[in-house]
């Protein structure tokens, strides 16, 4: 069991920065691929970025060259740099924990975070 916790949401003017955090508490943070997704209102949850054991990152097209992840697997947290806001931004971000145990992929959610991008 991995219990994931997020910080660092708000409200934040169209072009400010937000950084995100999410500790991770239960279990081996460095075996878990981690990933921040995003759901709007009224949307399905997208993927926004994921970060695997070995560093490897990967971005949704739309947030691509504003937001940077990364993990501090000596403090078990990973974060999420938001910068250059944009209204769509708008939504609650959720930090996810991925490990895939052949056959199963076991996911773990955090109780998300509220990101608002408005003037």
């Known amino acids: 069991q991995v219990q994931l916790v997020e910080s660092g949401g708000g409200l934040v003017q169209p072009g400010g920065s937000l950084r995100l955090s999410c500790v991770a508490s239960?279990?081996?943070?460095?075996?878990?691929?981690m990933g921040w997704y995003r759901q709007a209102p009224g949307k399905q949850r997208e993927l926004v970025a994921v970060?695997?054991?070995?560093?490897?990152?990967d971005y949704a097209d739309s947030v691509k060259g504003r937001f940077t992840i990364s993990r501090d697997n000596a403090k078990n947290t990973v974060y999420l740099q938001m910068n250059s806001l944009k209204p769509e931004d708008t939504a609650v971000y959720y930090c996810?924990?991925?490990?895939?145990?052949?056959?199963?992929?076991?996911?773990?959610w955090g109780q998300g975070t509220q990101v608002t991008v408005s003037s």
């Open positions: 239960g279990s081996i943070f460095s075996i878990y691929a």
């Open positions: 996810n924990a991925r490990r895939i145990v052949a056959p199963n992929i076991l996911d773990y």
């Open positions: 970060i695997t054991t070995g560093g490897s990152t």
